[in-house]
């Protein structure tokens, strides 16, 4: 078992999953957790890297680092995917093999698997069919570093494991329209409907394709499940298993913000992507590893007033937390320690001017989940 004072560095703590890990590292109680920004540290210059390692001597690294984001930044930033991947996860590896690092988690993405591979995609099904073209770059970064820890742990009996998740969802993704996971990239598309007003809103494709999708937390979990395991398997599988359709997406998240924007698709094949991807998680669950999270579970709705109020509110999926006379922030950080769901609404009665907002609010979430 990992010791709660093990040094780790955790690259790319800012990001939708490196902020997510850093977050449950501390739920856990690992107290000696190393980051660095990378205005002091850019992970692309191999002697900053080296350097830093060899003076902090992690006995982990963990590597969340990495540019991504949608189809169209794929397309224009080709070159900047393929070199900005390949050379900060190239500085990392190699530089844990020098300073002896035995320890070390390669967090890659399931664009990796071919465009057409059989569902649900197993790790053997890596290059043996053509990749998608929209992510190319980025897929052949990712390889590339899976083959270079896989090569690690052949020829100096290093453990260096690489971890592959579906398609992520969670608090801090950058949340644009050109640079984001698709979830993200839809709910701000939809929010920026609303918010204008607009008429009508387009979204690239037919919608028809599927994607799985899986909360971030889901993946950190299991990266400090794997840090205590002693692997035989180089690459492995993370999925929750739940997959729907885009266009099922997009009109769940335009249900809970209430858009009546007109939604359409412009029906552009060659934008849809790989047609289906859900990853097939076998082997990740012969190690006694299983999914935490489910998605249509994941709603709660936490009310915090400054004083007590009447309720009678019975559903499982409501909280009240008296908080006394807080600002927003502090009310939204308490909710946060409380929440078991993972997709927290929070209200601040300044929004609701109505003197029984609670119970306005309260039956228009209830709504909505039954």
Known sequence: MLKKD???????????????????????????????????VDLRNQSKVFNFLKFHKPQIVINCAGKVGGIKAN??????????????????????????IKKFIFMGSSCIYPKFAKQPIKEKYLLDSPLEKTNESYAIAKIAGLKLCESYNKQYNTNYLCIMPSNLYGPNDSYDEQNSHFFAAIIKKLYNAKKNNLKKVVFWGTGKVKREITYVDEVSEACLFFLEQKTKHSLINIGSGYEKTIKSFVKFIATKLRVKSKIMFNNDRFLDGTPKKIVDTTIARSYGWKPQYNFDKSFEIIIVPNNKFEHSYTSKIVKVIESGKVGPAKKRDLAAKVANGYLLVFLDDDSFPAKNYLEISFNLFKKDKE
């Open 6 to 40: 093990t040094k780790i560095f955790l690259a790319g703590h800012k990001g939708l999953l490196g902020s997510s890990l850093l977050r449950i590292l501390k739920k856990h109680n690992f107290k000696n957790v190393i980051t660095v920004d990378k205005k002091k």
């Open 75 to 100: 397309i224009l930033k080709s070159g900047e995917f393929i070199y900005d991947n390949l050379s900060m996860q190239t500085n990392l590896i190699h530089g844990s093999y020098l300073n002896n």
